[in-house]
């Protein structure tokens, strides 16, 4: 059974950082890519930034500079380190894997407010 639980939301005003985990279970964690997503109210769930099983990443624009995704094999966990946060980056914040079908963690609730 594959299930991957995300940790590490909460509320940061704007200009702080935040680091988000994301612990995967039942899959061969190194050999897939992971992701990041993220939704906020009304809106779709978008791809933030992607790691593939070589270590390279790729981001979305509205938060490249600030955003860094990383992955450990060892723990089978993935990171995303936020920085610079805006109050447009306030959304449910989801790791994703892709082994032929799609999982999804329940989400973490990031809010970047004053």
């Known amino acids: 059974q594959v299930q991957l639980v995300e940790s590490g939301g909460g509320l940061v005003q704007p200009g702080g950082s935040l680091r988000l985990s994301c612990v995967v279970r039942?899959?061969?964690?190194?050999?897939?890519?992971m992701g990041w997503y993220r939704q906020a109210p009304g809106n779709e769930r978008d791809l933030v930034a992607v790691i593939k099983s070589t270590g390279s990443t790729d981001y979305a624009d509205s938060v490249k500079g600030r955003f860094t995704i990383s992955r450990d094999n060892a723990k089978n966990t993935l990171y995303l380190q936020m920085n610079s946060l805006k109050p447009e980056d306030t959304a449910v914040y989801f790791c994703?894997?892709?082994?032929?079908?799609?999982?999804w963690g329940p989400g973490t609730q990031v809010t970047v407010s004053s």
């Open positions: 994703n894997v892709n082994n032929g079908y799609d999982y």
């Open positions: 039942g899959i061969i964690f190194r050999i897939y890519a």
